[in-house]
């Protein structure tokens, strides 16, 4: 079955930077695009950006543009998530989810979700 | 930017009952395009709903969505205890790909 299966809890100090990363299987790795969301302590679910594992295309919400790099590594079918100038309000759980295709974009909801990660910003 | 305004932000109900949760967006947006999570603590979100009012498989049918334009609502028509969660609606027509706030539906 599709999986995504994301990397363990981290906890840095402001101003560090930290990579997340979302091992997929059980579907072509190159046909769907990642997604990346965040929630933060208090807060709802905050779209970050979405990669296209087949050319690395990426698109970033604006709140995190200089901030946030998505990659992949075809060869481990793995996404990474880099978001660095970390602050305490970056404290969150971040996850990925698999969306939409190269063929149907717009059918972009996402499922299924990796299980979190926990990143703590603090001094 | 879209901006999806759930309601009410917390409700309070009983298993058994029926409920109707809210999602307003900020400008028409196609009824293809919207999606429902559940968000239980400590787990992943799980997609109830797409395209407004369809259910993946494995979603009880309890779970029905419907709407247009910029009124969407979600309905829970019997509710069990594992329905107690965090629900966000969701558009997905255009980036950035807004979530609403977000309703708790807790235990009465």
């Known amino acids: 079955q599709v999986q995504l299966v994301q990397s363990g809890a981290e906890v840095k100090r402001p101003g560090a930077s930290v990579e997340v990363s979302c091992q997929t299987s059980g579907y072509t790795f190159t046909t769907y695009f990642i997604h990346w969301v965040r929630k933060a302590p208090g807060q709802g679910l905050e779209w970050m950006g979405v990669i296209n594992p087949s050319g690395g295309g990426t698109n970033y919400a604006q709140n995190f543009q200089g901030r946030l790099t998505l990659t992949r590594d075809m060869s481990t079918r793995t996404l990474y998530m880099k978001l660095s100038s970390l602050r305490s309000d970056d404290t969150a759980i971040y996850f990925c989810a698999r969306g939409g295709t190269n063929s149907s974009p717009g059918l972009n909801w996402f499922d299924p979700w990796g299980q979190g990660t926990l990143v703590t910003v603090s001094s | 930017e879209v901006v999806l305004t759930q309601s009410p932000g917390t409700l309070s109900s009983s298993p058994g009952e029926t409920v109707t949760l809210s999602c307003r967006a900020s400008?028409?947006?196609?009824?293809?395009?919207v999606a429902w999570y559940q968000h239980r603590p400590g787990q992943a979100p799980r997609l109830l709903i797409y395209r407004a009012s369809d259910r993946p498989s494995g979603i009880p049918d309890r779970f029905s969505g419907s709407g247009s334009g910029t009124d969407f609502t979600l309905t829970i028509s019997g509710l069990e205890p594992e329905d107690f969660a965090v629900y966000y609606c969701?558009?997905?027509?255009?980036?950035?790909?807004?979530f609403g706030q977000g309703t708790k539906l807790d235990i009465k």
């Open positions: 400008q028409s947006i196609s009824s293809a395009s």
């Open positions: 969701q558009q997905y027509r255009s980036s950035p790909y807004t």
